[in-house]
């Protein structure tokens, strides 16, 4: 079933956009009339908020050189809380706007992001499908399998004002929103006692931010992990650069053992055991030589458990905007969590 229809050029119409500080402007791009954005994590907003169950955006995107991303904004609580689904040169990326801080570097792999042939350098269709559940990415005009599923959407599924968004230069033109029926995506998503199962840790206590010494007194606020084990801080905290916060957790262990601790991070990290330091790193956006994305196995330690109580903390700093997080999975199969 489908429904009441808006298009909108965005060439000769974005007097009903609100374009911010953007820079947005009408142009054309290989013959084709066009809006040109060119700023670093830009968004503009339909000014008319969307009131449908069930939706469908649709668009015509150009990534005109090697960089650059290009999307599609939905369910946006504010200018700094959106969903967000882009068009990359090789992939299409699920990236939800968390404190005006992109977060990929949280939601990556198959269940997030879905590799792509090279597309730059012509015009291709983008379609969103968005319900109550989540929603499917459509790439290509015919498209009759979903590009990626998402069976839940970070921001709760909130109805909201929807957009357009880019990094970097790129084209967008013929912007619509299309009343659908809605049909729940079928894609499950793991629950906390699987991630338990995997020796995640899935409680911690997240401090409030410092940008150099330590404060003396510190204000925790606590926090579940995400589907995915990574604890995101991004949803607590805005990712200035320079930022600190402190995190830790507390459980119980029935018997001294040693494992293997694995961990992954963004940006840099200082780690300690039962307050004895086990492991300092970075790890940021530097392409080609890492992504900073945000993978539980990415680093590794021998660990000493005593029996009874045992605690993690750690300090994790931020050099960038993205997605600022933690994931630790202690290999202990016979931990209890202290809240």
Not at 2 to 25: H, I, N, P
Request: charged share 20%.
């Amino acid at each position: 079933m489908t429904g009441r229809k808006q298009s909108y050029t965005l060439w000769d119409d974005l007097e009903k956009f609100d374009v911010g500080d953007s820079g947005a402007c009408p142009s054309e791009w290989k013959g084709r009339k066009a809006l040109y954005l060119s700023k670093m994590n830009s968004a503009i907003f339909l000014r008319e908020e969307v009131r449908y169950e069930a939706y469908r955006l649709h668009a015509e995107v150009a990534i005109p050189g090697e960089v650059g991303f290009v999307g599609l904004v939905f369910d946006a609580i504010d200018s700094e809380n959106y969903e967000l689904i882009y068009l990359a040169p090789l992939e299409i990326q699920y990236d939800p706007i968390m404190n005006g801080s992109m977060t990929w570097q949280i939601y990556n792999g198959p269940f997030y992001q879905r590799p792509l042939p090279n597309t730059t350098g012509e015009w291709r269709d983008l379609t969103v499908e968005v319900d109550p559940d989540g929603a499917k990415v459509y790439f290509g005009n015919s498209s009759t399998e979903p590009a990626l599923v998402l069976s839940s959407l970070q921001h709760g599924g909130q109805s909201g004002k929807v957009g357009v968004w880019s990094y970097l230069p790129a084209y967008i033109r013929n912007f619509s929103i299309e009343e659908i029926h809605p049909v729940p995506a079928s894609r499950s998503i793991r629950a906390l006692d699987t991630l338990i199962s995997e020796t995640f840790i899935t409680e911690w206590h997240v401090s409030n931010v410092f940008m150099q010494d330590r404060p003396l007194e510190q204000h925790w606020t606590p926090a579940l992990v995400e589907e995915n084990g990574v604890l995101n801080i991004n949803r607590i905290h805005k990712a200035e650069p320079g930022a600190t916060v402190e995190v830790k957790s507390v459980f119980m262990v029935d018997e001294q053992q040693e494992t293997i601790l694995t961990l992954g991070f963004s940006d840099t990290i200082r780690l300690w055991v039962n307050d004895a330091e086990v492991y300092q790193g970075n790890w940021c956006w530097d392409p080609p030589v890492q992504d900073g994305r945000i993978r539980p196995d990415f680093a590794s330690v021998p660990v000493q458990w005593r029996k009874g109580l045992n605690s993690i903390r750690a300090e994790l700093s931020r050099k960038e905007d993205f997605g600022w997080g933690l994931a630790v999975k202690t290999g202990l199969s016979n931990m209890t969590l202290i809240s």
